[in-house]
Structure formats: structure tokens, C-alpha cells
């Protein structure tokens, strides 16, 4: 069974409906007594970096978040959702996040370097391009994804599964051990999206333990 975690921010709706269209039980709650009887969590997010780890930090979440992913259990984490999984954000000034992930989350400069201007925030559909193999992409085949967002990853280059590009390589699925993230949204990515969501129900439902 996968846990939701609610926290107030969530795509809560899309997500839920994404995970009923391919048969996979959940449970969405903000109780940690509640998201402890699940397999593997969700943590989504729609919102302001701050905002989201104010809740966090205040309502205990937090607090079993950081047992859950020290018992090396699945984590997904879905655009601000994998940006809290990060040590830091510079949205409205620098916040820390939850840190499991080596990286900060920063703004789209809405300029290349020849200094070409672009649109911020970075929504529409680009495509994932596959960087190694990883237990989360096994039965996933490179294509488009929905994204919608101002702020941008930027981490390591080995916890990067999948880039995409909007006038910078753009960290679009990271990983490490157990902690994955996707920076588009899933639930709104049409065969790609739910493929993903579809492996990684399977990998909750066998209990798999990834390892670097």
C-alpha cells in the first residue's frame, strides 16, 4: 500500500485518482500513525518551498519522515514534493529542506548564457532523457512529461536517473537508495507518468531495496 502524504500542499486529488486508475492501493492521511501502515510514500507538493517545510517541521511530519528514510523505506517525492528532499532552497530566501538528497533548489535565471530571455516558470511537456539504469525506470521508455515549475535542482551528477531541458539540463527524476524524486508530475503525464507510477508501486509491493 502507498501513503499520500498530506500536508496541505499536495496535488492530493490528481495523484490519488493516478494511483486508482492502475490499481494501487493507497492511503492519504496526515497521520503518522497512519501513513506507518503503508509500504512506501508520496510526498507531492503544489506551493512555496517555506510554507511547505513550516508544515512539515510543525505538524510531526518531519520528524517520521526522517525514520522512514533512515529505515531505507521508498520515498517518491513529485515537484516541490522531490525539491524538499534537497538540504536547501533559495525561494524566499534560503530555507533548509529535509536534506536527504546532496543539492540546493534555485530559480530559473529566465536568461541563457548568450542571454536569450525565456519564460519562467518552465510548464509544458519536455521530454526525459534516461541517464543509467535504475530499478525505478526498468519498464519506463524515454518520452514527454508534464512540468509546471520556477525553481530548479542542482545536485550531483550521480544522483541524477533522468535530465530534460528547458534552456538548462533540467534534473527531472533523481535517486538515491531508496529517495526518488520526480520534478514534473506523474499523475499528468499521461503512459510515461503512470508507467512510473506503476513501477514504483511494484517496487514498494516487493520490497525492494535500492542501493547505490
Not at 497512519?34 to 503544489?46: S, W, Y
Not at 520528524?63 to 525561494?91: A, H, R, Y
Request: hydrophobic share 40%; with cysteine; aromatic share 10%.
Amino acid at each position: 500500500m502507498i501513503g499520500i502524504v498530506d500536508y496541505g500542499m499536495g496535488n492530493l486529488h490528481s495523484v490519488s485518482k493516478a494511483l486508482e486508475r492502475i490499481g494501487l492501493d493507497y492511503v492519504l492521511s496526515n497521520e503518522p500513525s497512519e501513513l506507518a501502515q503503508a509500504d512506501g510514500l508520496i510526498l507531492p507538493g503544489v506551493g512555496a518551498f517555506p510554507d511547505a517545510m513550516t508544515i512539515l517541521d510543525s505538524s510531526g511530519l518531519r520528524t517520521f519522515l526522517d525514520q522512514w528514510v533512515g529505515e531505507n523505506k521508498p520515498l517518491l517525492g513529485i515537484c516541490l514534493g522531490m525539491q524538499l528532499l534537497f538540504e536547501e532552497s533559495e525561494e524566499y530566501g534560503w530555507t533548509k529542506g529535509l536534506g536527504y538528497l546532496p543539492g540546493k533548489v534555485v530559480r530559473f535565471s529566465g536568461k541563457t548564457r548568450e542571454g536569450v530571455r525565456y519564460k519562467v516558470p518552465h510548464m509544458g511537456w519536455n521530454n526525459l532523457t534516461f541517464h543509467k539504469k535504475h530499478p525505478l525506470l526498468e519498464t519506463v521508455e524515454e518520452g514527454y512529461v508534464y512540468f509546471v515549475h520556477s525553481y530548479v535542482v542542482q545536485t550531483e551528477k550521480n544522483v541524477v536517473l533522468a535530465s530534460s531541458e528547458y534552456h538548462h539540463d533540467v534534473p527531472a527524476i533523481v535517486g538515491r537508495e531508496n529517495v526518488l524524486g520526480a520534478q514534473f508530475h506523474p499523475e499528468k503525464s499521461s503512459d510515461v507518468g503512470m508507467a512510473i507510477l506503476r513501477q514504483f508501486g511494484k517496487l514498494v509491493e516487493q520490497g525492494v531495496k535500492i542501493h547505490d
